[in-house]
Structures are given as structure tokens and as C-alpha cells.
């Protein structure tokens, strides 16, 4: 599975953004699929994921309420909402494809990430 995030960019504080993920290769509509991101010297962390279905999503305390996680499996895109957005959202954006349908462990299918950076 091959994984494109776009979508990135910089915005003001309290500005929205809209990642987009598109998935091609073996089938990518089977597996569940997430979003992580990796602030600027920190480690890569857990955003949201969603199920195979659609009708299974989690997210970060961080986010709930802020960011929305959805897919379209006919056209094999994942998306991210993110509205509301902080200077603490600034991060490489990556998106990610779990072995599974639900989301179980950790992905083993990533993408090449895309920045978002929301000043002050």
C-alpha cells in the first residue's frame, strides 16, 4: 500500500485545514487507516484512526472536538479536518494503514508526511 498525504500549509490560529491522504497499491480500502504527527525535535505520536467501515474512530485528547477523521473507500482517501487549530498543532502530518480493518497495534503502511504550521 502507497500512501500521499497533502494538504499542509501555514495558517493563522483558529484557521482550518483539510489533510488529505490518497491510498493506492494492494487494496489499500480494507485496512484501517490513522493519522500521526510528529512535532519539530519530538517523537511521532497518535492523532486519529478510523476503521475499516468508517464506523469505529478514536483520537487524541488533544484534538477531540477539533478534528475530524473520514474516508472515502470508493475513491481510497483518507481525510483530516482539523479546524480550531493551535501553534501546538504544528507538526509533520503522516498517514498511516493498520494490518487489520480495525485498529489494532501499530500501522505498517506510511506516507511521506506533510507540514502544517499554525502561528501565533
Known amino acids: 500500500v502507497q500512501l500521499q498525504a497533502s494538504g499542509g500549509g501555514l495558517v493563522q490560529a483558529g484557521e482550518s485545514l483539510r489533510l488529505s491522504c490518497a491510498a493506492s497499491g494492494r487494496t489499500p480500502s480494507i485496512y484501517a487507516m490513522g493519522w500521526f504527527r510528529q512535532p519539530p525535535g519530538k517523537e511521532r505520536t497518535f492523532v486519529a484512526a478510523?476503521?475499516?467501515?468508517?464506523?469505529?474512530?478514536s483520537y487524541t485528547d488533544s484534538v477531540k472536538g477539533r478534528f475530524t477523521i473520514s474516508r472515502d473507500n470508493a475513491k481510497n482517501m483518507v481525510y483530516l479536518q482539523m479546524n480550531s487549530l493551535k501553534p501546538e498543532d504544528t507538526a509533520v502530518y503522516y498517514c498511516?494503514?493498520?494490518?487489520?480493518?480495525?485498529?489494532?497495534?501499530?500501522?505498517?503502511?506510511w506516507g511521506q508526511g506533510t507540514q502544517v504550521t499554525v502561528s501565533s
Open positions: 498511516a494503514a493498520y494490518p487489520s480493518p480495525v485498529v489494532v497495534g501499530r500501522p505498517n503502511y
Open positions: 478510523l476503521s475499516q467501515r468508517g464506523g469505529t474512530s
